[in-house]
């Protein structure tokens, strides 16, 4: 005699949760730090104020384009943690060369790096902000 087997029960699958980070996209974000040490090189964009005003919209123009316009997931986290990598970047930058930071030799002062880290994370999230409500914006067009 042989017994009903029962059907087998189906295995969940992945439970899903936060999506991940994207690192790659984090540090080509970044990498825009670079624009002021190139455009110091160049002589383009200036000195002083319009240079900085310029090269801070470029940047955020892009960082929100990006990651507005993408399928990025969670903005606000990856463009928090990208003006810290910016701040990091021009923070290395500045230290190796750091007539290109605008301090002239022997860089700038000691004291002033978490205050400037603190205010690139605080610019990249509100570039996130930005960029989320982007993102809902092109989510309700559809």
Do not use: E, H
């Amino acid at each position: 005699m042989t017994s009903p087997q029962l059907p087998a029960r189906p295995s969940p699958g992945p439970v899903p949760g936060p999506a991940a980070i994207s690192w790659t996209l984090v540090a080509g974000l970044s990498a825009l730090a670079l624009l002021w040490p190139l455009t110091g090189l160049t002589g383009a964009l200036g000195t002083g104020a319009p240079r900085a005003l310029a090269i801070i919209g470029v940047t955020a123009a892009v960082w929100i384009g990006v990651v507005g316009l993408g399928r990025v997931p969670r903005p606000v986290l990856t463009l928090t943690l990208t003006g810290l990598a910016y701040g990091l970047v021009a923070t290395v930058i500045g230290t190796l060369v750091p007539v290109l930071s605008g301090f002239g030799p022997g860089g700038g002062p000691a004291w002033t790096l978490i205050p400037a880290l603190a205010f690139d994370t605080m610019w990249g999230a509100l570039a996130g902000v930005a960029a989320a409500g982007v993102q809902r914006l092109r989510g309700s067009a559809r």
